[in-house]
Antibody, heavy 119, light 107 residues
């Protein structure tokens, strides 16, 4: 059974960066696609981007281009989301989600990491 | 980029009812559409993929249909556990995207 365990909640100042981790187990880390989905308070789901570790290249949603970096460490089966130049509108729950290879549908999810951006 | 429009945004129904939620894509996406259920404070849960394939462990009262640009999620015999928010997602191409959601609550 695939499990995704995310790092804990974070409080950040505007203009700073945050890095969220997602440790996986039970899947095929290198060939799975690991994605990040954001949900602002009382809002819908927004795909931020994803990576297939064996390919090493991440894809990003246009809304986050230039501010987001998704990476993966196959030695620890962990994916990372780094978001920079934080603003108050980035206050949200951030989920990692797995899809098998390029299926693009997410059959396993992390528990979510809440990021608060506040001065 | 492909946009998804869900309707209705909210829906009230009773236990035992049958409900249908629709999702329209801004262009043809063949059958590359998934459906998720989300409860407050929880991660989404995959219900349906490839328009009509039921994810393992999901009750058979959930069904998906459609192709091209118009899709449906139907729930027959609503159970108390089904009151939640439902999202469609296209898996046709990058960038991926979700619909705006449909909140299903108890009448």
């Amino acid at each position: 059974q695939v499990q995704l365990v995310q790092s804990g909640a974070a409080v950040k100042k505007p203009g700073s960066s945050v890095k969220v981790s997602c440790k996986t187990s039970g899947g095929s880390f290198n060939s799975d696609s690991l994605n990040w989905v954001r949900q602002a308070p009382n809002q819908g789901l927004e795909w931020m981007g994803g990576i297939i570790p064996i390919l090493g290249k991440a894809n990003y949603a246009q809304n986050f281009q230039g501010r987001v970096t998704i990476s993966a460490d196959d030695s620890t089966a962990t994916a990372y989301l780094e978001l920079s130049s934080l603003r108050s509108e980035d206050t949200a729950m951030y989920f990692c989600a797995r899809s098998v290879r390029l299926s693009h549908y997410f059959d396993s999810w992390g528990q979510g990491t809440h990021v608060t951006v506040s001065s | 980029d492909i946009q998804l429009t869900q309707s209705p945004p909210s829906l009230s129904a009773s236990v035992g009812d049958r409900v249908t939620i629709t999702c329209r894509a801004s262009q043809s996406i063949s059958r590359f559409l998934s459906w998720y259920q989300q409860k407050p404070g929880k991660a989404p849960k995959l219900l349906i993929y490839d328009a009509s394939s039921l994810q393992s462990g999901v009750p058979s009262r959930f069904s998906g249909g459609g192709s091209g640009s118009d899709f449906t999620l139907s729930i027959s015999g609503l159970q108390p556990d089904d009151f939640a928010t439902y999202y469609c997602q296209h898996t046709y191409s990058i960038p991926l995207a979700f619909g705006g959601g449909t909140k299903l609550d108890i009448k």
